[in-house]
């Protein structure tokens, strides 16, 4: 975007550089209304969240190293698949991206914070309570649920109270999100500087938009659907019992229809931070602006309305299953285009490789790569035969982990500067960078080859024939985290000792935060809005 | 790091020679897996690998010519309609083509109608009960579960070829007929799958659903309950054996005799250790798996044995639970399963092992209280 800017008014920022609302240490964490702390936390919170479910995941991968048990008892295993993916998708990755909407949203339309301070603080002090709470029912009579994520009835009344606990944190952490995404719509609505169309803000702002209604319209129907659950388990309803005049079915309909806008919430906000770094590192503006925002938005209207392909199995009628099928084909189109724009952007650019444009440029290969074995799962003969293999598992994480978290770690080096002013070790990134490509793939590639030779997921054994890339698998899983630990490494010294980041790190970054404010951002920014001509 | 890598890669790439590396879907055994594979190959090298080179080829040749490094510099250029109409319809296009034979295969699978045989395979925590409904072997039901010893799971003893994968009562059906499943379920949800035939069908408590398949060879194959349900989900396998028609028309027969011969004398008045010896081995199959070989359970899930209240109690409720399960937990109604002799025997096992001391029930004790 090339940007008139009107800078009158920009010194007076320096009056109130900064200060922090009044309170000092831990006080100006717990009391703080400013979009930049309140992004910081959220980040933080992701963090932790991501290393806790990380650690769930080398248990699982440890236990599925060889055939037999020898670690954990089944019973543990499933606790360890139920809580590794909520704590991953409710935990991590969700906070993750509020965190960069925190920080950026406001700074990239010319707001100077978000439209109702206070309750963001409650966003997200809301969830150190929800994480306490899952991670609370590990120590309850009968541990936590051992569901799946999915939390299927009827097996959740099967459970003990820490399935209670888990219902609780799920309703306080939709509570959290419904109320971020009230606040994120109102912000770009009403609060974009004078001259900002929509049609004029950063990408980023426009998946974050339509994310927010997709957030405001299915955490609802989840808390539904274990409020459901709830009262099944305790006061006597048959909604999910047959027994009763219920449906365990119902219970699937019900939280996919949470469940597939859900994968949108996670997939859209990456989506827009890739769509800032890939320009930046061409050097180059983002290819098909309008039909980006097209896309994006046709995603978000056919996540509506394909939930029920995460049930070909439960034996819906013939009509259903065809519906089902074209509609969510139909999801390849919009998807496609945003993939061809994204590589129309990086043709005839000036491409430098830094750590963000790295893990960027891994996105766009390994979340294609999850686009395609989404294609092979919406037919309906094909996914029959791979439902609840391990071939979904591999192409959920090429979704969430190639997708979603490549896409953060993307964000978090291409703005930590910005947010800082101080630039991380770019050896240590690319190191990162490549060891998590390699130990990704080693992971979950090879886990498309368990799925069709036909090993179930959830299992905490498994028949001989696996053994191989079970063990491949694990070992990735190993490097991984190790390759984790680099990141903590880099990111921790450049925020002690990093050297001094300049003014503008990356040339080809076009947003107003880049162009328009100084380098480490100061707490507080426009105070009065610029104005784009 | 790396090196440590390359040398477990290499460690493996030794150990795993001996096992062949399975990496496609196990040699199809019915017309719908034949379609089944048919598709994937299609939508594999007709779709997906045509857009993966030509997505990638330009991504690639970017990275690698376009860069600041070689001096290219960034043209300007951010819209094309032509193009951006094009990569929008060529895909829905290709989407259609791709729906016609997959539309075929959907309906294909789907049709149950006019089956030589109907089976009912009823899912249960954790093993399945089949039933033949309506075909030659009317009348034939049995359970079946994993055959597979607990000390190759639990502790390390060797482990057979077909680990996890074999049952002491196997599905039998006739090759070339088109066998009708029905799936059900007693407590939770289960999935009744197996890869060669293409065939997986959620099982749900409280609703009849189907599916079907037609094996072309004769042969064993093996498959898993592919839906989370609880403890040992990934210890109830599915074994079907096929055979010529002959052999199954022997094969019926056989269990319409044994049957007949098993046919209990439910007023027979039952020696203690004789019926303890008895419950033991219905213990080992039916019961260890929640409440353990030591009588101890695991709690609070599963309840301990050794010192209950409830099989040191009345024998009414000790028989009453074994018969009709515990609502909302794992316990379920053994009245269904087992003959009212075996629960019987397991009720005495139960009510004489681990320190306890209750004495033992006889058959027709329990068959006073199944209703």
């Known amino acids: 975007m090339s940007a008139v800017i009107d800078t009158h008014g920009h010194g007076h920022e320096h009056d ?23 992004g910081t936390l959220y980040l933080w919170f992701a963090g932790i969240m991501f290393f806790a479910g990380g650690m769930m995941a080398l248990v699982i991968r440890a236990e599925l190293f060889e055939p037999g048990l020898q670690l954990v008892n089944p019973d543990f295993f499933n606790q360890m698949t139920t809580m590794h993916g909520l704590i991953m998708i409710f935990g991590a990755i969700m906070p993750a991206f509020v965190g960069f909407a925190n920080w950026q949203i ?65 309703h306080i952490l939709g509570m959290s999100s419904i109320l971020g995404s009230i606040n994120i719509i109102t912000t770009i609505l009403n609060m974009r500087a004078p001259g900002m169309t929509l049609m004029k803000m950063p990408m980023f702002c426009w998946t974050w938009l339509i994310t927010a209604y997709l957030l405001v319209a299915v955490m609802p129907v989840l808390a539904g659907a274990v409020t459901m659950t709830l009262t099944d388990r305790h006061f006597g309803t048959t909604f999910f019992n047959a027994a009763g005049g219920g449906d365990p079915v119902l219970y699937q309909h019900i ?75 139909l999801i390849a189109v919009p998807t496609g285009v945003k993939v061809f724009n994204w590589v129309s952007t990086m043709w005839k650019g000036s491409l430098s490789f830094e750590t963000p444009m790295l893990f960027a440029i891994g996105f766009l290969f390994l979340f294609t790569l999850g686009g395609f074995t989404g294609l092979v799962l919406s037919l309906v003969p094909i996914d029959i035969q791979l439902q609840d293999t391990y071939y979904v598992v591999a192409h959920f994480h090429y979704v969430m982990v190639a997708g979603a978290m490549f896409s953060a770690f993307a964000g978090i080096y291409f703005w930590l500067p910005k947010w ?9 990134g690319q190191w990162h960078f490549w060891l998590t490509l390699i130990f990704f793939n080693m992971i979950f590639f090879v886990q498309h080859f368990l799925g069709m030779a036909g090993m179930p997921r959830r299992v905490p054994d498994y ?58 951002v100061p707490y507080h920014t426009w105070e009065t809005p610029p104005v784009l001509k | ?139 034939v039901s049995f359970v079946s579960m994993l055959a597979t010893p607990r000390e190759q799971i639990d502790a390390g003893a060797p482990k057979d070829e077909h680990y996890l994968l074999e049952v002491d009562r196997e599905l039998v059906v006739p090759v070339g007929k088109k066998i009708r499943v029905l799936t059900t379920a007693a407590d939770v949800i289960h999935a009744w799958w197996v890869p060669a035939f293409g065939a997986k069908q959620d099982a749900i408590p409280g609703f009849i659903r189907d599916t079907w398949f037609r094996a072309e060879k004769s042969g064993i194959f093996r498959g898993q309950c592919a839906e989370l349900c609880g403890k040992e989900h990934g210890f109830m396998p599915i074994v079907v054996r096929v055979v010529s028609q002959d052999d199954y028309t022997q094969w019926v027969a056989q269990q319409k005799q044994a049957a007949a011969a098993r046919a209990e004398d439910i007023n027979k008045k039952w020696e203690p250790k004789e019926l303890v010896a008895q419950g033991e081995k219905v213990y080992a199959a039916n019961c260890v798996a929640c409440h353990q070989a030591n009588g101890r359970g695991t709690p609070p899930a599963f309840p301990p044995l050794a010192g209950s209240k409830v099989v040191n109690g009345p024998k009414e409720g000790h028989i009453d639970i074994v018969l009709n399960g515990k609502a909302g937990t794992a316990m379920q109604p053994f009245g269904k399963q087992l003959s009212d002799t075996d629960i019987a025997a397991v009720i005495g096992y139960e009510r004489s092992s681990w320190g306890n001391k209750a004495g033992i029930v006889q058959p027709a004790e329990v068959r006073a209280r199944h209703k």
Not at chain 1, 108 to 134: C, K, V, Y
Not at chain 2, 98 to 121: E, F, G, H, M, N
Request: glycine share 8%; hydrophobic share 50%.
């Open chain 1, 420 to 428: 800082t002013g101080k630039m991380y070790n770019e050896t240590l």
């Open chain 2, 1 to 139: 790091m790396f090196i440590s890598a390359l040398a477990g890669a290499a460690a493996l790439a030794a150990s795993g020679a001996a096992a062949a590396l399975e990496w496609n879907f196990p040699p199809a055994n019915s017309p719908i897996a034949d379609d089944i594979h048919w598709l994937h190959q299609f939508i594999m090298l007709a779709v997906v690998l045509p857009i993966f080179i030509l997505v990638f080829g330009f991504m690639f040749y970017a990275c690698y010519r376009h860069r600041k490094s070689k001096g290219h510099p960034a043209e300007q250029f951010h819209e094309n309609t032509t193009v951006e109409i094009l990569w929008t319809i060529i895909p829905a296009v290709i989407l259609v083509v791709i729906a016609w034979p997959v539309t075929k295969v959907v309906i294909a699978q789907k049709d149950t109608s006019s089956p030589d045989l109907t089976i009912k395979a009823t899912g249960y925590q954790w093993k399945w009960g089949y039933d033949y409904l309506k075909g030659e072997g009317e009348g």
């Open chain 1, 106 to 170: 406001p700074m990239m339309i010319g707001a100077p914070d978000m439209a109702f301070a206070r309750l963001n603080n409650w966003s997200f002090w809301l969830l150190p309570f929800a994480a306490t709470l899952l991670m609370l029912s590990f120590f309850t009579p009968g541990g936590a649920p051992g569901t799946g994520w999915t939390l299927y009835a009827p097996l959740t009344v099967q459970q003990g109270i820490g399935m209670d606990f888990t219902i609780f944190a799920v």
């Open chain 1, 463 to 520: 028949p001989l024939m696996f053994e191989t890339w079970n063990k491949i698998s694990s070992i990735g899983a190993f490097g991984f985290a190790v390759s984790q630990l680099i990141f903590l490494y880099n990111l921790f010294t450049t925020l002690k000792s990093g050297a001094t980041a300049p003014q503008k790190p990356w040339e080809g970054a076009d947003s107003l935060d880049w162009t328009h404010l100084p380098t480490p």
């Open chain 1, 16 to 38: 109130h550089g900064d200060h922090h609302g009044g309170y000092s240490g831990i006080m100006r964490w717990i009391t703080t209304t400013n979009h930049k702390d309140i």
């Open chain 1, 255 to 329: 939280f996919w229809f949470f469940g597939h806008p859900e994968v949108y919430v996670i997939a859209l906000p990456a989506f827009g931070v890739i769509s800032q770094v890939i320009p930046a590192f061409s050097r180059k503006p983002l290819f098909g602006y309008a039909s980006m925002v097209y896309a994006t938005a046709a995603i978000a209207i056919l996540s509506f309305i394909v939930w029920a392909h995460h049930m070909y199995t439960v034996g819906m009628p013939v009509t259903g299953q065809l519906f089902f099928m074209y509609a969510t084909t």
